[in-house]
């Protein structure tokens, strides 16, 4: 039965006589009989099973790393961590409606935009120099080479020129016999002193000849003074010897010099 209340007493909710009966139909008592035995079984227990962990569950759970990521995985946001702010009145800086507290109390924006736009323009310039003096530097090095492998070829051209291997196909005369141009050599220069030297003196006899040529210094028919025709030329001076050449050991490579600035 139940109260005036319409709730269910523990008393009503007791298992009655007619439900306490044997398998051969008959019925049974409080404290013995299969009926009720049969009966919670069919019902089932009211209290919580639990499977009991095997030893390698307890063994892992007692590892640090493993603890800390279950609890990660088990707490409300997963592994996200929530990164609030400390003031939550105050904006993420991120945020559009974030401002610092110099751009909330500055009042000019006219002088702010003139200021960003100055800023801007010294940006421009700063990159504009820092390419210019990279450029610059690149030509002074691309020049740089170009000089040293121009002076790496004519030291080479001039051991070749004083080498041995030179004076197999050297002519016997110090000068071109087709073009008849005196060679740039102390050979050369010495012999062209000797064939100035020789026309020195040969103007030298014309002139001694016009000279004694009348015993007066004026013209017996004319009666002008005389005038030498002969251009005398310029004494002709004797080159420099050239230093004399030390002897080394061995032959010697000049690109071993420059090989290092060459290369790259």
């Given at each position: 039965?139940?109260?005036?209340?319409?709730?269910?007493?523990?008393?009503?909710?007791?298992?009655?006589?007619?439900?306490?009966?044997?398998?051969?139909?008959?019925?049974?008592?409080?404290?013995?009989?299969?009926?009720?035995?049969?009966?919670?079984?069919?019902?089932?227990?009211?209290?919580?099973?639990?499977?009991?962990r095997t030893r390698?569950?307890?063994?892992a759970a007692n590892?640090?790393?493993?603890?800390?990521?279950?609890?990660?995985?088990?707490?409300?946001?997963?592994?996200?961590?929530?990164?609030?702010?400390?003031?939550?009145?105050?904006?993420?800086?991120?945020?559009?409606?974030?401002?610092?507290?110099?751009?909330?109390?500055?009042?000019?924006?006219?002088?702010?935009?003139?200021?960003?736009?100055?800023?801007?323009?010294?940006?421009?310039?700063?990159?504009?120099?820092?390419?210019?003096?990279?450029?610059?530097?690149?030509?002074?090095?691309?020049?740089?080479?170009?000089?040293?492998?121009?002076?790496?070829?004519?030291?080479?051209?001039?051991?070749?020129?004083?080498?041995?291997?030179?004076?197999?196909?050297?002519?016997?005369?110090?000068?071109?016999?087709?073009?008849?141009?005196?060679?740039?050599?102390?050979?050369?220069?010495?012999?062209?002193?000797?064939?100035?030297?020789?026309?020195?003196?040969?103007?030298?006899?014309?002139?001694?000849?016009?000279?004694?040529?009348?015993?007066?210094?004026?013209?017996?028919?004319?009666?002008?003074?005389?005038?030498?025709?002969?251009r005398m030329p310029?004494?002709?001076?004797?080159?420099?010897?050239?230093?004399?050449?030390?002897?080394?050991?061995?032959?010697?490579?000049?690109?071993?010099?420059?090989?290092?600035?060459?290369?790259?």
């Amino acid at each position: 039965r139940s109260d005036g209340g319409g709730e269910e007493t523990f008393r009503d909710r007791r298992p009655k006589m007619a439900d306490y009966r044997d398998d051969d139909g008959q019925h049974g008592q409080h404290g013995g009989g299969g009926g009720y035995q049969q009966q919670q079984q069919q019902q089932g227990p009211d209290f919580h099973n639990v499977a009991p962990r095997t030893r390698e569950e307890r063994l892992a759970a007692n590892d640090k790393d493993a603890l800390e990521k279950m609890r990660l995985d088990h707490r409300r946001g997963g592994h996200n961590r929530f990164n609030g702010s400390s003031n939550p009145l105050m904006p993420d800086p991120d945020s559009l409606s974030y401002m610092d507290e110099a751009s909330r109390f500055g009042t000019n924006a006219a002088a702010e935009e003139y200021d960003r736009r100055q800023r801007q323009l010294l940006e421009k310039e700063e990159h504009y120099e820092k390419r210019r003096a990279q450029t610059y530097q690149r030509e002074e090095s691309r020049w740089a080479k170009i000089e040293m492998e121009h002076k790496y070829n004519d030291e080479k051209s001039a051991e070749l020129m004083n080498g041995d291997n030179s004076k197999r196909n050297a002519s016997s005369v110090a000068y071109n016999p087709i073009t008849l141009k005196y060679d740039e050599s102390y050979q050369g220069d010495f012999l062209k002193y000797k064939d100035d030297t020789v026309r020195y003196k040969a103007a030298q006899r014309a002139a001694m000849m016009g000279d004694r040529k009348s015993s007066q210094d004026y013209d017996l028919i004319t009666g002008e003074p005389l005038v030498s025709r002969v251009r005398m030329p310029v004494p002709p001076v004797a080159p420099d010897k050239p230093a004399e050449v030390l002897s080394t050991v061995g032959p010697m490579r000049v690109d071993l010099a420059y090989a290092e600035n060459l290369v790259g």
